[in-house]
């Protein structure tokens, strides 16, 4: 079981967040810089953390140069995922 997010990332932020749309899209904002692949660690640790799963359970599989990513997260399903997510966002 897997499921796929998008989401909207912005690194260099000053703080750490995490924001879903009323539409279910997803805004991250991290403190690590874009290069070598410091961000997309960020992202993928904090929405880990977030879901309660293992850092080697969410990975960037489209977009790894692009502010638009598309994360594999196994163990979970879409559904489980936005709703935890969204209270997570609160």
């Known amino acids: ?3 796929e997010l998008e989401v909207r ?11 879903v749309q009323p ?5 991250v904002w991290v403190t690590a810089s874009p290069t070598d692949g410091q961000a997309n660690a960020a992202v993928c640790k904090l929405i880990a953390g977030l879901l309660d799963l293992a850092n080697t359970r969410v990975t960037v599989i489209k977009g790894l140069t692009s502010r638009n990513k598309t994360l594999r997260i196994e163990g979970l399903d879409l559904a489980t995922c936005q709703a935890r997510l969204q209270q997570a966002a609160k």
Do not use: L, W
């Not at 690194?11 to 750490?16: F, M, T, V």
């Not at 539409?23 to 805004?27: E, M």
């Open 1 to 3: 079981m897997s499921a």
């Open 23 to 27: 539409d279910n899209s997803i805004r």
């Open 9 to 19: 990332v912005t690194p260099r932020s000053s703080q750490i967040r995490i924001q």
